[in-house]
């Protein structure tokens, strides 16, 4: 187990920077997931942490050490860091304790020693008695929890999963999700988490460090960023928030502003100190927004309706400003269709904070 500690991390490919000052502090025994769209830096990220990429700029210390900064980069092989991949990365030559037990015997740790090793570690993951089975006679889930065995053989400080989910199917994921909830509450391992699947992140992490463009954006719980995003980037990204403009009328107190959003004054959740003003951005959920049948409300136009089982997904825009998309759920008893006008009224969202570049 171990902190680990990212401060103002840049890397650099030529003219590109695909890390830009990245700062991310993890309590040990943390699981943080960081999660982006294609192309933020996750890998990369995930690249530097391990010593398989330089840093331009920064320094990157596991339990206080420093592993890389601007005078020194200490190898893979001396951070004690587990990867475990996407692809599983087995031999498919060797047994399943043939697999788990490569690198300590490659370390030529004495046999008796090897084998309560890897027997422990087999047992951590629920594969006890597979030992002599080949990976191609094991399934996706099973052949990734082989891939946690071997890493967590060698005891690593800290364990860096890579989008471990990618290649499986939808029931599998969830089961593994499970399991990797279940790893982590038994090990206590510090875990560094990369995915493009908001959803596993917020089932899986204390923390999520949100990326864009090589910035981490935000990093707070699964609850703060879903409540409070920092941007429209993570709003959208985070649960497909709608991204509205909105006036702020009053400056904040207790938490709150009142504004005006589609037309409608409503009061709204605000950070501490948020200035009135023209030109703001709002953040609704679904809950925020209700179908109001009183003659009140905004006017919409539905674009699409999709049943999604026990509601719609629903795609309107506002019949004043037709230039807005609002894309909800709509609870069944509204059999709501394209082409159907209907009035919305807001009852609640946030105001996204002002951004500093602006
Ligand atoms: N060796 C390299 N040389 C030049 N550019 C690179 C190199 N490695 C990565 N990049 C660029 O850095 C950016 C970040 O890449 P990275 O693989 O870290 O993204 P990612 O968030 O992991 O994406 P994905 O989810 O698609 O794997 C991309 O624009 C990529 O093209």
Not at 3 to 32: P, S
Not at 70 to 92: D, M, T
Not at 316 to 322: E, M, S
């Amino acid at each position: 187990m171990a902190g680990l500690r990212i401060e103002g991390v840049t890397k650099r490919f030529g003219d590109f920077e695909a890390l830009k000052d990245v700062t991310l502090d993890l309590r040990d025994g943390e699981f943080v997931a960081v999660l982006g769209p294609s192309g933020c830096g996750k890998t990369t990220l995930l690249r530097a942490i391990a010593g398989f990429e330089k840093i331009s700029a920064g320094t990157i210390l596991i339990d206080g050490v420093e592993m890389s900064g601007p005078s020194r980069h200490q190898p893979p092989e001396s951070r004690n860091v587990g990867i475990v991949f996407q692809n599983y990365a087995l031999w498919p030559h060797m047994s399943v304790a043939e697999n788990v037990g490569y690198a300590l015997r490659v370390g030529k740790v004495a046999k008796a020693e090897r084998e309560r090793r890897v027997r422990e570690a087999l047992q951590l993951v629920d594969l006890t008695g597979m030992d002599d089975r080949r990976p191609a006679n094991l399934s996706g889930g099973q052949r990734q929890r082989v891939a946690l065995a071997r890493c967590l053989v060698a005891a690593p400080s800290l364990v860096l999963f890579d989008e471990p989910l990618a290649n499986l199917d939808v029931h599998l994921r969830a089961a593994m999700e499970n399991e990797f909830a279940d790893f982590h509450k038994r090990t206590g391992t510090t875990i560094v988490y990369i995915t493009h699947d908001q959803a596993e992140a917020m089932a899986l992490a204390d923390r999520i460090a949100v990326m864009d463009r090589g910035r981490v954006i935000q990093f707070a719980s699964p609850r703060d960023l879903y409540a409070r995003p920092a941007n429209a980037m993570v709003a959208h990204f985070i649960a497909n928030g709608i991204v509205l403009p909105a006036s702020v009328l009053t400056a904040e107190v207790n938490g709150q502003v009142r504004a005006e959003i589609l037309g409608q004054q409503v009061t709204l959740r605000s950070m501490a100190g948020q200035p009135p003003g023209i030109g703001a951005q709002v953040c609704l959920r679904s809950h925020d927004i209700v179908v109001s049948d009183d003659g009140g409300g905004s006017e919409v136009l539905v674009t699409r309706a999709v049943y999604r089982g026990g509601g719609s997904r629903i795609e309107a825009h506002p019949v004043g400003q037709p230039e807005l998309e609002l894309v909800f759920d709509l609870d069944d008893d509204r059999r709501v269709k394209a082409g159907d006008r209907i009035a919305l009224r807001v009852i609640g969202g946030w105001v996204l904070p002002p951004d500093p570049a602006t």
